[in-house]
Nanobody
Framework: QIQLVESGGGLVQAGDSLELSCAAS????????MGWFRQAPGKEREFVAA????????DYTDSVKGRFTISRDNAKNTLYLQMNNLKPEDTAIYYC?????????????????WGQGTQVTVSS
C-alpha cells in the first residue's frame, strides 16, 4: 500500500501563500488518483482538490477555486497544493490521500490511503 507524507504547512497571515507537498512511496504513483482534504477543529474532514493520474483532470471545492492549484510530478512521486490568498477559514489540518485504480475525485470514501496531515494556520 502506498505511504504518504505531507509537508509544507505552517503559520501565515491572511493573503499569504503556501505550497504543500505530499511524498508518496511504496506504490506505483501513476496508478493513483490523488487528492487533498482538510479538517478544521470541530468539523468533518472535507474535500479540497483532486487530480487524475496524469494531472489531466482536476476538481476543487468551490471555496478554493481560483486560489488553490493541485499538481503532481510523477517523476518525483509527489503531489502539490499551491495555496494563494489564504484566508483564516482555510485554517485546518491538510491531508493527502490516494485512490487506487478509480477516479472518484471528490468522494472521500473512495480514497484508500492517507497521510498524517500537516497543519495550516492562517491569522487575520
Amino acid at each position: 500500500q502506498i505511504q504518504l507524507v505531507e509537508s509544507g504547512g505552517g503559520l501565515v497571515q491572511a493573503g499569504d501563500s503556501l505550497e504543500l507537498s505530499c511524498a508518496a512511496s511504496g506504490g506505483t504513483f501513476t496508478l493513483y488518483t490523488m487528492g487533498w482534504f482538510r479538517q478544521a477543529p470541530g468539523k468533518e474532514r472535507e474535500f479540497v482538490a483532486a487530480t487524475t493520474w496524469n494531472g489531466g483532470s482536476s476538481d476543487y471545492t468551490d471555496s478554493v477555486k481560483g486560489r488553490f492549484t493541485i499538481s503532481r510530478d510523477n517523476a518525483k512521486n509527489t503531489l502539490y497544493l499551491q495555496m494563494n490568498n489564504l484566508k483564516p477559514e482555510d485554517t485546518a489540518i491538510y491531508y493527502c490521500a490516494a485512490q487506487y485504480g478509480t477516479v472518484w475525485l471528490t468522494d472521500i470514501g473512495r480514497y484508500d490511503s492517507w497521510g498524517q496531515g500537516t497543519q495550516v494556520t492562517v491569522s487575520s
